[in-house]
């Protein structure tokens, strides 16, 4: 029996446009579909369930997300992520009224994403930050560029369940955008577009971790 490729989206309106390009199959791999949920907490339980009821080869998130201020992205971009961290792990301080992150722990360091290199010619590759108050006004860390609300969790269980793991983004707003002006069906046009590309792009078979790892 072939392993399945996991398709992890956070929202059902995320995923019924790629289902309906991919289907359940893309060549000879299975892919098995999974909304996983928003945040960190309904994204971790996710992931360790679809681990538990059948590990996959590979494990893709992918949906869209937020520019953050400093960088040169466009709304145009489809990014893969090369690392993730869960940025509001801090306390708010009543006597500042400032938020304290905890960015210097060991528990709040980003996951890095070993499985990019050799996709790095037919992606630009992002640094993220994960939030589960999507917008929040949290100080920025190590470069950046995209904010969502899944990323870190995923990144985490699959590292540690070791599973092989993707992080597909499009780009719907500027973080500091009114709602009014975030442009998710345009934005979702270009993930599916992306995934059917990203997918295209993989090796054949299903030791991915080896294949894109260069072993």
């Known amino acids: 029996m072939i392993p399945s490729i996991l398709l992890?989206?956070?929202?059902?309106?995320?995923?019924?446009?790629?289902?309906?390009?991919?289907?359940?199959?893309?060549?000879?791999?299975?892919?098995?579909?999974?909304?996983?949920?928003?945040?960190?907490?309904?994204?971790?339980?996710?992931?360790?369930?679809?681990?538990?009821?059948?590990?996959?080869?590979?494990?893709?998130?992918?949906?869209?997300?937020?520019?953050?201020?400093?960088?040169?992205?466009?709304?145009?971009?489809?990014?893969?992520?090369?690392?993730?961290?869960?940025?509001?792990?801090?306390?708010?301080?009543?006597?500042?009224?400032?938020f304290e992150s905890f960015d210097k722990l060991p528990e709040a360091q980003p996951v890095s994403c070993p499985y990019v290199g050799a996709l790095k010619d037919r992606f630009r590759v992002v640094a993220a930050r994960s939030a589960n108050s999507a917008c929040s006004p949290l100080p920025l860390h190590g470069g950046e560029a995209v904010e969502s609300m899944e990323g870190a969790a995923f990144f985490a269980v699959c590292r540690d369940e070791g599973v092989p793991f993707l992080q597909l983004r499009a780009l719907s707003n500027r973080t500091g955008d009114p709602r009014s002006e975030w442009r998710i069906p345009e934005a979702l046009e270009r993930l599916t577009e992306g995934l059917v590309r990203l997918l295209e792009c993989l090796p054949e078979g299903c030791r991915f971790a080896d294949r894109l790892l260069n072993r």
């Open 8 to 98: 992890l989206t956070a929202t059902e309106l995320e995923q019924r446009p790629l289902r309906a390009r991919v289907g359940d199959r893309f060549g000879d791999r299975p892919v098995r579909w999974m909304v996983g949920g928003m945040g960190a907490g309904a994204t971790g339980v996710a992931v360790s369930r679809a681990v538990r009821e059948g590990r996959p080869c590979l494990a893709i998130q992918a949906g869209i997300a937020g520019i953050l201020p400093g960088t040169s992205l466009t709304l145009d971009d489809v990014v893969l992520v090369g690392s993730d961290r869960q940025a509001d792990i801090g306390a708010w301080r009543p006597e500042t009224g400032r």
